[in-house]
């Protein structure tokens, strides 16, 4: 039954990730054709609640999905332990979660 859930999860990730990423690098696109300075484009993402919500759900997908995906190729390669393996997964997820949510936090808050 965890796997099932596992699958899902990382279906639901990479169905909520797709459009993510859609948005955000037609958002580079645009701010590097405009001619955009970083400084310029974190005057625009500071204090916005919006993108900080867009980024911040990137976050969340990006962790549950590429966790999920570390674990099922270390599974593949490796084969540990069903205990070893979800502990890898959720040291994964915890890892991106803090370096994605300082990121996000430094880009819109600070």
């Given at each position: 039954m965890l796997d099932f859930r596992l699958y899902l999860a990382q279906r639901i990730s990479a169905m909520i990730l797709a459009p993510l990423v859609l948005l955000h690098l037609g958002v580079m696109i645009y701010?590097?054709?405009?001619?955009?300075?970083?400084e310029e484009i974190l005057g625009r993402t500071r204090d916005s609640l919006w993108w900080g919500s867009v980024y911040g759900l990137f976050v969340l997908a990006v962790a549950v999905h590429a966790a999920i995906g570390l674990r099922v190729?270390?599974?593949?390669?490796?084969?540990?332990?069903?205990?070893?393996?979800d502990l890898l997964m959720w040291l994964v997820m915890l890892g991106l979660l803090t370096l994605g949510g300082r990121a996000v936090y430094a880009v819109t808050l600070a």
């Open positions: 701010a590097v054709q405009g001619g955009l300075s970083a190729i270390v599974a593949e390669w490796f084969g540990p332990g069903k205990r070893s393996l």
